[in-house]
């Protein structure tokens, strides 16, 4: 680093941000694997996310590698609602604002003009999740709110904490 800088803006010059492509699956599949409490989909789950939903999904990536990913859908029959499925960063680049500026490269995208609102799940002890998104609603001067939308009984005898649903908005534009 030289002068001023700062190891967040060199994390932020060394990473690209993109849309994700087919190619892309197996890597954004390791870097999950690797990266728990996130559940692990399978290859397909991310090769589908790739091919199809690519306009509101985003890779970071980082001297030819994938460091992070955010797979996000627009709400079926609500194209004000973005859905942000799963978010991961590797490691190496977490604490950076490497989530944050994933997120914010989505909402400007052509394809999220309308969207007024966020929807996620996150279960109660991941406070990396909840922190991250709580921030978030700050950024754009929204109210988050949290309802339970999978209660861990639907999940089976496997031991599986609800799914709280943050709903995030309206959102106010940077």
Sequence with gaps: MTGEQTETETCFKEITYRKPLITDGRS?????KKSPPLDLNSLYHYL?????YNETS????????????????LKPGDGKTLFVWQVVVDESCRGKGTAKKMLDEIIARPCC?????LETTVTPSNSASRSFFSSFARDYAAFLRESVLFPSSLFGKKSHEDEVLFT???LKRK
Aim: hydrophobic content about 45%.
């Design 58 to 73: 985003i890779v970071a990536e980082k001297d030819d590698s994938i460091t992070g990913f955010i797979s996000g859908f």
């Design 168 to 170: 995030i908005g309206p």
């Design 28 to 32: 954004i599949y390791n870097l999950v």
């Design 113 to 117: 003009a309308q969207v007024a609102y």
């Design 48 to 52: 589908i996310f790739c091919h199809y």
